[in-house]
């Protein structure tokens, strides 16, 4: 058994120790570059390893800026509970007190559902879809009952639609953009330079790093462009340092930021709401924050996937820790997976990654789950081979085998890594047990019947 540390020796233990560490990690994954910080008791420590682009000469600094894809949900979040501290906004009021784009859903809708992913709004059409449109435009266009997965607050589908929402009611309630209400609410009170990686970009004089593929078959690792539309912003818009995403995990940690984020407001958001069942991602789900359940004690926080980057932030408020880590490649997952139980074997008191869902023993596939399911305009389609094995296209890919387990739950092969990964579960109805749909990465699929619309009756 490790015999426990004093706090300050765990960060001197990490200082001394973890570079050489990251950097091995990284090499393991042929991830190009990464940033780590960890803050506990008033201490901190960081490390930078690596280049901003493969082959390109710019070492990773402090002060780099890495697209940290939906963990920029949490910052919108913590903007419009800013808003709602001042009174600016009510967390359960319906929306169409504030959006009258909302129609029919304006008296059904409330933002606790829209930061806890408990509106029923699927996750949203591709970023190729969308161009220039405007946050309005994207509402008008795409925020109907056609586009619902499960009626308002009744579970949990994750969902950048909802976030998309609330950029729109945050402009609405400022009279800002959401970008000038990022920018001057939060991101300048808490001393981050502002980086967007949404066109049109600013031009900020911190380096960003650049995203990468990775195809650890051949051994190729290659650039991406980042995608995101201007539209998606408030979902995955967001440019940051590891640092930064301390400081805002710090909000969290004993008083906090108190003259930005109360801490009573801070604790709602740690909240689990009850319908939030964030199944296969996390083991609830408060405002803006996943909630993470282990032995050791209870974090928050959020995971987040740029073109290329992978980022993560964890929060423990009880006993104070904030940990971030940004890396650049899409094969950075797999090393924040390694570093959580090296963290945890250096007295970090946070558990090593686990399927956030019930796997057990390989069982025969349900009855009746072979066939289109649709999120929005993604379709999940399950076919069987000759062998009766189950496979599963996500929006036109290629089919990959599903393993299947108790609890209609199963697990799937990563194409990119090759490993085995939790993949989701089979929603049965509790009156038929007829398959009715599917959950895969949080975002619920409701099954798609010929000749019928495929429009939820809530």
Known sequence: MVGLLSESNV???????????????????????????????????????????????????????????????????TVAMILVTDGDLELDA????????????????????????????????????LLSASLRRYVLDHCGPPNLVLPPGSGFSYSNMGYILTGLV?????????????????????????????????????????????????????????????????????????????????????????????????????QAVPAADAFGLADGWGLGLAVFRDAAAEWVGHDGNGDGTSCHLRINPTDGWVVAFTSNAITGFWLWQ???????????????????????????????????????????????????????????????RLICHDGMTFSQEDPASGQRVFGGRFMGNPFTGRVEGIQIGGRVARRLIPGRENRLIA
Request: include cysteine.
């Open 94 to 129: 319906p929306l169409g007190e504030y959006l009258t784009e909302l129609d029919e859903l304006g008296d059904r809708q409330t933002l606790r559902q829209l930061l806890s992913h408990t509106s029923g709004f699927a996750s949203g059409p591709d970023s190729e879809c």
């Open 170 to 270: 945050i402009e609405k309630v400022t009279g800002m953009s959401w970008r000038d209400a990022m920018e001057s609410i939060l991101l300048r009170p808490l001393g981050i330079e502002p980086a967007f990686i949404c066109a049109p970009a600013l031009q900020p004089g911190r380096p960003i790093a650049t995203g990468h593929s990775v195809n650890t078959a051949v051994g190729r690792t290659r650039p991406v462009q980042q995608s995101t539309a201007a539209a998606e912003a408030p979902a995955g818009g967001l440019a940051v340092s590891a640092a930064d995403l301390v400081a805002l995990g710090l909000m969290h940690v004993g008083t906090g930021v108190s003259d930005l984020l109360p801490a009573i407001y801070a604790e709602q958001m740690r």
């Open 11 to 77: 960060l001197v233990s990490l200082r001394d120790t973890m570079g050489d560490r990251l950097s091995a990690l990284a090499r393991k994954h042929r991830v190009p570059g990464a940033q780590l910080a960890i803050h506990h008791g008033g201490e901190a420590v960081a490390v930078e390893i690596g280049e901003l682009e493969h082959g390109g000469g710019h070492r990773v600094t402090p002060d780099a800026a890495f697209p940290i894809g939906s963990v920029t949900k949490s910052f919108t979040a």
């Open 338 to 400: 390694e570093l959580l139980a090296e963290l945890a074997q250096a007295n970090v008191p946070i558990e090593a990654s686990r399927a956030r869902g019930s796997q057990g023993r390989p069982t025969r596939p349900p009855a009746g789950c072979v066939g289109t399911y649709v999120n929005g305009d993604l379709e999940f389609v399950v076919a069987a081979d000759k062998d009766g094995n189950l496979r599963l296209a996500i929006g036109g890919d290629e089919f990959t």
